[in-house]
């Protein structure tokens, strides 16, 4: 198939190679001309715009956009004008499903399709094997099942339903995964304050091999400590780009109890600081009742 | 009556003086002699040793230990040889309620009677009315309730029954204590990082007057920005003495799900630390399968 | 002062009682034509709808709107038409801090004043003396600021700096409520869950006569067991009316650790279910790997 | 080698199957005369009694222990007369660190080492490959060591140090499994209240196939859903069998944070209840204040 794929980010480079590896032609466009230039060095066609971009695909068109979940309702913009009835938008970023379920609903009104992607493996999975959450109509996908087939790994994609379906699943994955990170990092802090004196690269790599919780969270954990056998290089600040807030949010709208995704959550953002207020204010109370001593700044 | 005070602390000495404020008369002993000085000073009978503590008592004596719980067990050993049948031995300290039942089974052998006391309201609730929660046997109770309901504010003590109900009781009021601070901690938090200009003081003062959370830690909220109006000077620093972490082993042992008494525990030890290892295992795996940045050390 | 004041339910027919015990006017309107006359009786005068009531105020008149949130946009949306510049509007039920600053802004369009007002202390508090937490421009607050001294308790008021404020610092009071309300009932679980057997309203009067966490919120869990020495009558479903969750989704979107308060959230989520589904995939893992038996349904 | 194996349950069983796989022979001894039958009936000598097993073995004496660690002392105690100097015992259950530290140092005076492993993997792991993390005398280790490198998966076992630091270890690996299964628990839970309709086997598939989450623990997801597509047959009571807890009292005492480990403990305790006296007293105080309805038992 041909494939119009707009954004080259870290994700979009290896997706683009991936694809073609698959003998699909991509058409592929983004503002950074020399990412531009290096998928045609790779056997793209290059667009110097959107435009262009949509000028050389073949009806039905297939648009996939792969660029930040902020700069999506701008390309739709551009792209609403250029598309015709039957036309398939595939939007693989890590979108929110409800801004999803918008965009799906402004396409129809231009007939054309929009399928939300949650796509998960990180920069290795998209340049081998992905694994993909898609949401929207039922007759698009059937039309685009192949390229996803192709650029995922076995068993790895799955039309999980109505407009939103997609994005929700990959939404709750992240979920899931802070719970998992946390798990783990609490498991090795319990090590490290523990008088025995582990290896935690071995701790790893036994973990991952015949028990209960090996994962390829674990994997990385193994070769993070390859790297830097005690993380001392780096310092503690664990970001987070979203989706476990969405999760957070989603789950509160439910009604739903999730301590375990919800305390991963806070312990990030606990990590952004080196004091709070908290701390400060009960501090200041056990000093008021018990004379306990604080300390100043 | 007449009172053994052993252990003439900040605890200790005021109520020493509330024993004396109420007609009952005090023989007191310290380690630290200038402190049995001091309270010789306000009326009461020395003693420079325990030996000598007791041998000033009459019979039933009582005998009312306000030491730190690490030293309760030499006290005891050193009191066992000089008691009689029918002597009453009050431990009004933060002991750990399972501590004093070994205790009361072991004073038992000798026939002394053994009242283990949780004591709330810390200095000024022991110089002019504390709060107690008393464990023991009921007859060694009716003995000494006067020197309870004299020292107490009005309602303020209440006999729980059996050996160890009393420090029970004073620690789940401690782990009670813990999610009251931690609650009022983290509201301060929140109204501090939003993009509103509250002032603190004032804020403690309008929750304390009429609103659903007013309270005694709330008066002291108020105390405390009235010294130091965004507690700049202080490092929000979380100690605790120890029976936050009984109440939650307790909770543990009895399957009891105590999550916010929990949190406000882990949130204290978080508070010890200035990076944690969870945090570097967070960090290290978003950058392995993400390729998101990690902060150096 | 004259106040139109519309909503006569449990809390506005308290706070009309309350103005009026301070020799202010009431003008009373609600759709409950009952509740007017009740309050007619009680000397005020009626309404028989918003224009009427708008119609019976003097220039610069003052409304103050005490009706559920939902329904707040449908009231202003009645009165815009009527008031004039100058006039002042007071909002104090539990609105979103953030409608509150959009009706703010609607107002001012028409040069009308809008407060919005935290309102605490329950029924009982309207009726005898509240607790308000008032945001808005702080000219409009210096005209009404004797009714609000008149009908709270003393310091009893705030006024909190901009619009939005007064909601905001309602929200936070709540979440913080949240969490002693949490701490209260994780504490009487341990001791309903110990093998001491102890009486839950002396436990709940000592605790308030005394000691650390003496509180109102501690003085009704004493009224609570005084009705019911075990709550055996009540099942421990806990409802919420959305500030605590507005608090916590506000402690995400300001990157704020607040655990406790989170989790004392989460936990009546968690008390509205018979069972989870979380329970159910951890009952079927535990069989799949390690053979452990399920319960049937 | 010659291993004389003790405990012939589920785990036992499987892994005297994998040991005389691999060229082991095995002595096997267990109360359950007809578990002993079963494995003579493999290929293994029987023993009537824990004398006689130890009398068929070779010096130096390899003894496995692998039966409830309630029971371990008691195999121990029988163990003590008959062992000599150099004999090596293995013990592969699910015993606490610091008892197995304690059952080292008693092991020790009779010149016995004592190994303690923690075992992982499941039933089928101990047959076909299981997760071994061992502690211990590092001379002892290497006489045993090939024992452990047949019946393990490739790299599934590690030797960890000293005494203790092999069920340590698996302490927290357990720990990290509960984060792990309350994680995914969780995110299924908010797949279910969602308004999606999610096919959860498929969804445990795709998120086991490329994605960051793929695990063994996702794997098991899937099988559970294809038995029962949602999990309408079992209830959702998550029982526990004490490495959970193990790890919150360890890290209560290393003063860490492991909110997300405690709260999957916490919650599990949370599933053995219909109700709550939490939740009670919540309830009770809503209708205090603000008389919100509380719903009759």
């Known amino acids: 198939m041909k494939v119009g794929l707009i954004g080259l980010g870290k994700m979009g480079l290896n997706l683009g190679q991936n694809l073609m590896d698959h003998n699909h032609s991509v058409v592929a466009f983004d503002l950074n001309t020399a990412a531009v230039e290096d998928m045609k060095s790779k056997g793209a066609e290059g667009a110097a715009s959107i435009k262009e971009l ?8 297939i648009v996939w956009i792969m660029v930040p979940h902020s700069v999506v309702d701008s390309v739709l913009d551009e792209l609403k004008p250029l ?6 938008v595939i939007e693989a970023g890590n979108s929110h499903y409800k801004e999803s379920i918008e965009r799906y609903n402004q396409m129809k009104e231009f007939g054309v399709s929009y399928l939300d992607v ?30 996803f087939k192709d650029t995922a790994v076995e068993n790895g994609y799955l039309y999980a339903g109505k407009s939103g379906s997609g994005h929700f699943l990959k939404m709750v994955h992240n979920g ?37 919780i090996r994962s390829w969270l674990m994997e990385l954990t193994e070769k993070a400590f390859a790297k830097d056998a005690n993380l001392d290089e780096i310092k503690g600040i664990m970001q987070s780009s979203g989706e476990g807030k969405w999760t957070v949010e989603t789950a509160l709208d439910l009604q ?10 806070l312990m990030r ?13 009960v501090a200041a109370l056990r000093n008021e009742f018990g004379g306990h001593a604080v300390v100043k700044n």
């Open 176 to 212: 899931v995964e802070y719970g998992f990170m946390a798990a783990i990092g609490e498991g090795f802090e319990v090590l490290e304050k523990s008088d025995f004196d582990f290896d935690y690269e071995k701790v790893a790599r036994v973990w991952n091999n015949g028990s209960v």
């Open 54 to 61: 949509v000028s050389k695909l073949e009806t039905p068109r």
């Open 256 to 265: 739903t109890a999730t301590p375990v995704i919800a305390l991963s959550l």
């Open 269 to 281: 953002y606990r990590s952004l600081e080196n004091d709070t207020f908290t701390g400060k204010v």
């Open 83 to 88: 598309l015709s009835k039957g036309d398939i």
């Open 118 to 147: 949650g796509t998960s493996g990180g920069m290795e999975g998209a340049r081998n094997g992905a694994c993909y959450m898609v949401g929207g109509d039922q007759e698009a996908w059937d039309i685009v099942e192949p390229i």
